[in-house]
T-cell receptor, first 110, second 114 residues
Framework: SQQGEEDPQALSIQEGENATMNCSYKTSINNLQWYRQNSGRGLVHLIL?????REKHSGRLRVTLDTSKKSSSLLITASRAADTASYFC??????????FGPGTRLSVLP | DTGVSQDPRHKITKRGQNVTFRCDPISEHNRLYWYRQTLGQGPEFLTYFQNEAQLEKSRLLSDRFSAERPKGSFSTLEIQRTEQGDSAMYLC????????????FGSGTQLSVL
């Protein structure tokens, strides 16, 4: 079974609004990563946060990690239509088996 | 273009046939991964190589599946006696060992088993 579980499964917002997606996981991790996937394409790495970090920023992206709650959130600020995609969190426990959640499908309406 | 490339992009086959997919990773990457993804789901880990050594295999990888990376560069994934349940997107990714590496994915091979 997949370790990560994103929430919500689907999210629809207007351009310019912020989008927040959450990821919960079950066991301890070394790192948590967020990826984006456009329809019918491969995944693209967005950001990595280590287990000893609490927050990280990259451009319009903000990721938080709460290891006590085994959860992470991805915030996309000032969303654009081009942000429409599926977003996945992936965890690793120090091995090389990166485990992906089922994803959040984000639709940004112009 | 020096990204991860996969071939073919699409494959339609009849149940019972064998299929083989190829993945060419980013040239300096020594780790190579295969994932399978069905509609509406996240990628599921199948196997990974470091150089030519296959270091981990998922229990999802039945005896009908075999992967190779003979010279530590490109990799092939073969599915024998395909079943309709094998229909999925097969994704290849590569990374550079030594640190908190991120995965670079190819565009995938979409397999349809009729």
């Amino acid at each position: 079974s997949q370790q990560g579980e994103e929430d919500p499964q689907a999210l629809s917002i207007q351009e310019g609004e912020n989008a927040t997606m959450n990821c919960s996981y079950k066991t301890s991790i070394n790192n948590l990563q967020w990826y984006r996937q456009n329809s019918g394409r491969g995944l693209v790495h967005l950001i990595l946060i280590r287990s000893n970090e609490r927050e990280k920023h990259s451009g319009r992206l903000r990721v938080t990690l709460d290891t006590s709650k085994k959860s992470s959130s991805l915030l996309i600020t000032a969303s654009r239509a081009a942000d429409t995609a599926s977003y996945f969190c992936a965890t690793d426990k120090g091995g090389q088996n990166f485990v992906f959640g089922p994803g959040t499908r984000l639709s940004v309406l112009p | 273009d020096t990204g991860v490339s996969q071939d073919p992009r699409h494959k339609i086959t009849k149940r019972g046939q064998n299929v083989t997919f190829r993945c060419d990773p980013i040239s300096e990457h020594n780790r190579l991964y295969w994932y399978r993804q069905t509609l509406g789901q996240g990628p599921e880990f199948l196997t990974y190589f470091q150089n030519e050594a296959q270091l981990e295999k998922s229990r999802l990888l039945s005896d009908r599946f075999s992967a190779e990376r003979p010279k530590g560069s490109f990799s092939t994934l073969e599915i024998q006696r395909t079943e309709q349940g094998d229909s999925a997107m097969y994704l290849c990714a590569s990374s550079l060992a030594g640190g908190h590496e991120k995965l670079f994915f190819g565009s995938g091979t979409q397999l349809s088993v009729l």
